[in-house]
């Protein structure tokens, strides 16, 4: 069936570090990919997304690219910030399902 | 301002007292979905709904009933809760994309956290 899988955190960084959080996928078809990003006590909000494969999704610093052969979608940020602070989902979504499917989070956490 | 909003917010209840988290979106969207998020497991999708009166079940239906009877309303319904329902519970709405059906662009309540004793 369709999954994603994505590293185990928490993930601790210093302020202006280089971040990448890895996320790889299992699916039939052709999914949309996505990061979703949760900030404490408050609900997911999307980070980014890409639709097919070369895609490059970017906001607010981050980026990811789809990558079918390798079937990876993983979020990178140049230079992180305290107030990058979250839960990051990746996630994927078959049109044929009407739903996403969610890897299980990875916890971020940036210190000054 | 946009939004999908979620009542109440945190509920403690007993085990077998019937209780109903609302869900309503001012977007006009056609698609909702309720999903539980469980530390390790991520978001599981419990029910959704493409349209007024058209619902169906997700990955983890039991114990959940649903209606959609306005479009802009969305209700979980535990008629007997337990406490394995005990979680963090998601209402999400759905922009329609060019085809016409939902997409993975989901808009998320603030959540409502439940526990069952």
């Known amino acids: 069936g369709n999954s994603v899988t994505q590293m185990e955190g928490p993930v601790t960084l210093s302020e202006e570090a280089f971040l990448t959080i890895n996320c790889t996928y299992t699916a039939t078809g052709y999914p949309s990919l996505f990061w979703y990003v949760q900030y404490p006590g408050e609900g997911l909000q999307l980070l980014l997304k890409?639709?097919?494969?070369?895609d490059k999704g970017s906001n607010k610093g981050f980026e990811a690219t789809y990558r079918k052969e390798t079937t990876s979608f993983h979020l990178e940020k140049g230079s992180v910030q305290v107030s990058d602070s979250a839960v990051y989902f990746c996630a994927l979504w078959m049109d044929s399902s009407y739903k996403l499917i969610f890897g299980s989070g990875t916890r971020l956490l940036v210190r000054p | 301002e946009a939004q999908v909003t979620q009542n109440p917010r945190y509920l403690i209840t007993v085990t077998g007292k019937k209780l109903t988290v609302t869900c309503s979106q001012n977007?006009?969207?056609?698609?909702m979905s309720w999903y539980r998020q469980d530390p390790g497991l991520g978001l599981r999708q419990i029910y959704y709904s493409m349209n007024v009166e058209v619902t169906d079940k997700g990955d983890v239906p039991e114990g959940y009933k649903v209606s959609r009877k306005e479009k802009r309303n969305f209700p979980l319904i535990l008629e007997s809760p337990s406490p394995n329902q005990t979680s963090l519970y998601f209402c999400a709405s759905s922009l329609s994309g060019l085809a016409g059906g939902p997409t993975g662009e989901l808009f998320f309540g603030e959540g409502s956290r439940l526990t069952v004793l």
């Open positions: 890409a639709t097919k494969a070369d």
């Open positions: 977007m006009n969207h056609e698609y």
